[in-house]
């Protein structure tokens, strides 16, 4: 099976719904990842589920999961805007684990701190029950050249 991935990042920039994007992707399936906008800005969610954990003993999310929310909401940023013309790829990422993930929904949010013409910078976090109490942020360079 194919995925145009151009006529999906179309009709999500048409319709401001960039969770047809997230529907076509296994891994953001697998993490139960879905996405809103809330005042301009993407929100993503990952749904906690018991294939999520990674010390059953807290219980406590992996951290793997958490990058990768991260990293998706990141590159799910830079691609609905309207300027990028490539698919988004990542040059690096830094992450600070600032508290344990408890077992629960995690919501992300983004901000493109810098698009250039060849890269872009986007700031995340993640967090549960509050808002300003982060479980982990990242700084996540995109490349975005075709």
Same mark, same amino acid.
């Given at each position: 099976?194919?995925?145009?991935?151009?006529?999906?990042?179309?009709?999500?920039?048409?319709? =401001?719904?960039? $969770?047809?994007?997230?529907?076509?992707?296994?891994?953001?399936?697998?993490? =139960?990842?879905?996405?809103?906008?809330?005042?301009? $800005?993407?929100?993503?969610?990952?749904?906690?589920?018991?294939?999520?954990?990674?010390?059953? !003993?807290?219980?406590?999310?992996?951290?793997?999961?958490?990058?990768?929310?991260?990293? $998706? !909401?990141?590159?799910?940023?830079?691609?609905?805007?309207?300027?990028?013309?490539?698919?988004?790829?990542?040059?690096?990422?830094?992450?600070?684990?600032?508290?344990?993930?408890?077992?629960?929904?995690?919501?992300?949010?983004?901000?493109?701190?810098?698009?250039?013409?060849?890269?872009?910078?986007?700031?995340?976090?993640?967090?549960?029950?509050?808002?300003?109490? $982060?479980?982990?942020?990242?700084?996540?360079?995109?490349?975005?050249?075709?």
């Amino acid at each position: 099976m194919t995925v145009d991935l151009i006529a999906l990042l179309a009709r999500a920039r048409e319709t =401001g719904d960039a $969770s047809v994007l997230l529907d076509a992707i296994p891994y953001a399936r697998f993490l =139960g990842l879905s996405i809103r906008n809330e005042g301009g $800005s993407p929100i993503a969610s990952m749904q906690f589920a018991e294939h999520l954990v990674g010390d059953a !003993t807290i219980p406590a999310l992996h951290g793997g999961t958490l990058a990768a929310l991260l990293e $998706s !909401t990141a590159i799910l940023a830079v691609m609905i805007d309207p300027k990028t013309n490539a698919m988004p790829r990542t040059i690096t990422i830094t992450i600070d684990y600032l508290r344990s993930g408890r077992a629960q929904r995690t919501d992300c949010r983004a901000r493109v701190v810098r698009q250039g013409r060849r890269v872009a910078v986007v700031a995340t976090e993640a967090y549960q029950d509050d808002v300003d109490k $982060s479980v982990v942020t990242a700084i996540v360079h995109l490349f975005v050249v075709e």
